[in-house]
């Protein structure tokens, strides 16, 4: 179970520009004022497999054979890619204790690194997004606070990579995110983007700083029907 993270992005500049933004990024299921972080940063579906200690386990295999293929030979990127089965079987005949199931997900995890720098989902979501899922906190409300400002839910930390890369699809707007974990005091804070770069950054220093602005920051999320479930 995440710490949730409760997360209010405001928008500042032209206001069909603004609009813009906001029907670009909005979930299509959910609707205006959403935000799906693949409309920004798409995850390849090729990710989409299990994170877990046998992926694990199966990588290490799948490592260990491409080791013994490209021994004696150097092999491209593309031959890497399109291993011919038959090889694999030949390794698999010898090494009979490797689990098949962990043999399929190590491929995968394998071939995910070659192609896109991360062998699952979860390391390529924390490392392109700056946290683990997709937004969420939708069970009661679209997120939209005011026609420039929306709201919604993430695990362990704010999004800051994305918004990042938000900001660089939409120069001349500046992008400013309010977050704060669901317990005060475990971390809050301010960040402003604009074409890209970071333009500033505030955490609030004293206890009663902390939990003021963290209050606040969840209000203002409630207001649009983020986090409900917490609430309740």
């Known amino acids: 179970m995440p710490n949730h ?33 693949n409309k920004i940063e798409p995850m390849p579906t090729e990710l989409n497999i299990e994170s877990s200690s046998k992926t694990n386990e199966g990588l290490k295999y799948y490592k260990d054979f491409v080791y013994v293929y490209t021994a004696f030979a150097k092999r491209t990127k593309g031959e890497l890619l399109n291993i ?26 394998y071939r995910n690194e070659l192609k896109y720098g991360a062998p699952t989902w979860y390391e390529w979501t924390n490392k392109h997004w700056g ?21 919604f839910e993430t695990a362990w930390g704010s999004p800051k990579e994305l918004i990042q890369k938000l900001s660089e699809k939409y120069p001349g707007v500046t992008i400013e995110v309010e977050w704060a974990v669901e317990f005060s005091g ?15 950054e505030y955490y609030p220093e004293s206890e009663k700083e902390q939990s003021e602005f963290s209050d606040r920051v969840w209000a203002e999320g409630y207001s649009a029907g983020i986090g409900m479930e917490l609430k309740q």
């Open 131 to 151: 946290t683990k899922w997709n937004a969420y906190g939708y069970d009661g409300g679209c997120g939209l606070i005011e026609d420039n400002k929306i709201s």
């Open 84 to 109: 011919p089965k038959e090889k694999e079987e030949i390794f698999l005949k010898v090494r009979k204790d490797i689990d098949r199931k962990a043999w399929e997900l190590g491929r995968q995890a």
């Open 186 to 200: 475990s971390g809050e804070g301010r960040y402003e983007y604009k074409n890209g770069k970071l333009q500033s």
């Open 5 to 37: 993270v409760m997360n209010v992005v405001t928008f500042n500049g032209n206001n069909k520009k603004l609009q813009e933004i906001l029907e670009d990024i909005k979930d299509d299921e959910i609707g205006y004022g959403s935000i799906d972080f």
